[in-house]
């Protein structure tokens, strides 16, 4: 497998190709250079370098083998490795690893040296540009010869620029009409020859022309967008109030009495007695369906439970036994209240017990023993109650 050309490739496009378990190729960007020596320029290009410690696998390689010889990741990596052992027998040996044109690899002093082709350049931005050549300046020597030579000798040597006889001045003759005498003109043609008044009126007449041209379009449209437009009614103005040809449809009213309405029954409606009758009485608030996909909560004013005549004389003993089933535990009285009427109607000799960090709690029934109360317990969630045992 020829791993050099993958590499070139790579490097072509990447700035870091790591071979693994061997080293890493690293790119870096080198501007243009002018040879003074060999008088030429050097276009722009990436110089190599090798660094043998890179040696962990980032699996940049391996995938350019994979899709280049169409095989499986572990077989591009067992692939890599056979090459790698062939590269290290060799510089074991002090050969030399030819790479092609991206260079070559050799050991000196214990150490993988690489040495970049010459004539390779892999920056692809500099792609078909190549060395210019160039014409060097006078050496100084020659310079400084020139200088030094007498003052006579570069007058003699001298050719003077103009030669022949140098021409005199042309006279131009100009008759006037009437006249049989001609007034000479001397012709100087450094001297300016100012504008004339001709051409300065004829100026000014061609910038009236422009303001004038400037001037209708806007004394148009300040007649045409206030007339023509609803500018003035809306405060408002669209782009097409620019064009004067397009036709305006004329406003028309159509009174509103004229429209026919098609009559509705109206559905009837129940009454607040009838939509509450079926309602628990455990329910706080109600949803009143306003329409197919609109409800409105309404929170329903219920009146304090009654309380039946209690015992008072056996509540007071059954407070004195140590045990009791606890149904509840409400931060509102009135909820408690009516935990008991319903445990009550259901034949248990259920009160409010007492209250604690806020919370009046009921109890369902009161004994002496801590089996009894468990024995309740278990009846009371049977009964599809949940509770606990408290002991005072």
């Given at each position: 497998m020829e791993l050099a050309k993958h590499i070139e490739i790579l490097l072509q496009s990447h700035n870091c190709v790591?071979?693994?378990d061997f080293g890493g190729f690293i790119a870096n960007y080198r501007s243009a250079v002018i040879d003074r020596a060999n008088k030429r320029i050097l276009p722009p290009a990436k110089n190599i370098l090798f660094n043998a410690k890179l040696t962990n696998n980032d699996g940049l390689l391996a995938n350019a083998v994979v899709q280049a010889m169409r095989c499986t990741?572990?077989?591009?990596?067992?692939?890599?490795?056979?090459?790698?052992?062939?590269?290290?027998?060799?510089?074991?040996k002090g050969l030399r690893i030819d790479l092609g044109e991206l260079g070559f690899l050799y050991q000196q002093d214990n150490r993988i040296?690489?040495?970049?082709?010459?004539?390779?350049?892999?920056?692809?931005?500099a792609y078909g540009l190549s060395n210019v050549q160039f014409v060097a300046v006078k050496e100084k020597k020659e310079i400084a010869s020139a200088i030094q030579e007498p003052v006579s000798e570069r007058v003699a040597n001298h050719k003077p620029v103009l030669e022949g006889p140098?021409?005199?001045?042309?006279?131009?003759?100009?008759e006037l009409a009437g006249?049989?005498?001609?007034?000479?003109?001397?012709?100087?043609?450094?001297?300016?020859?100012p504008v004339s008044e001709i051409e300065q009126s004829r100026r000014r007449g061609r910038w009236k022309y422009i303001a004038a041209a400037a001037a209708i379009p806007f004394l148009f449209y300040s007649y045409w967008i206030p007339v023509e437009t609803d500018f003035i009614e809306t405060g408002k103005i669209q782009m097409a109030d620019f064009n004067p040809i397009k036709t305006t449809p004329d406003r028309s009213y159509q009174s509103r009495l004229e429209t026919t309405f098609e009559p509705f029954e109206k559905p009837e409606v129940e009454t607040w007695e009838t939509l509450t009758s079926e309602i628990s009485e455990h329910v706080e608030v109600y949803n009143y369906a306003l329409a197919d996909d609109f409800y409105i909560p309404i929170r329903l004013e219920k009146e304090e439970p009654s309380v039946g005549p209690v015992n008072e004389q056996a509540i007071s003993e059954n407070a004195e036994l140590p045990y009791h089933v606890i149904g509840g535990c409400f931060s509102v009285s009135s909820n408690a209240d009516q935990l008991v009427v319903d445990l009550q109607k259901q034949g248990?000799?259920?009160?409010?017990?007492?209250?604690?960090?806020?919370?009046?709690?009921?109890?369902s029934g009161d004994y002496a023993t801590r089996s009894e109360a468990r024995k309740a317990l278990k009846a009371f969630k049977d009964a599809g109650f949940s509770g606990w045992v408290l002991k005072k």
């Open positions: 790591i071979v693994p990741y572990p077989e591009a990596l067992n692939q890599i490795s056979t090459d790698v052992a062939d590269w290290s027998a060799q510089l074991a040296v690489f040495e970049q082709g010459r004539d390779l350049n892999l920056l692809l931005q140098v021409k005199e001045k042309e006279t131009v003759v100009i006249r049989a005498a001609a007034v000479p003109i001397e012709k100087n043609e450094e001297s300016q020859t248990y000799q259920a009160h409010v017990l007492d209250q604690k960090n806020g919370l009046h709690r009921v109890s």
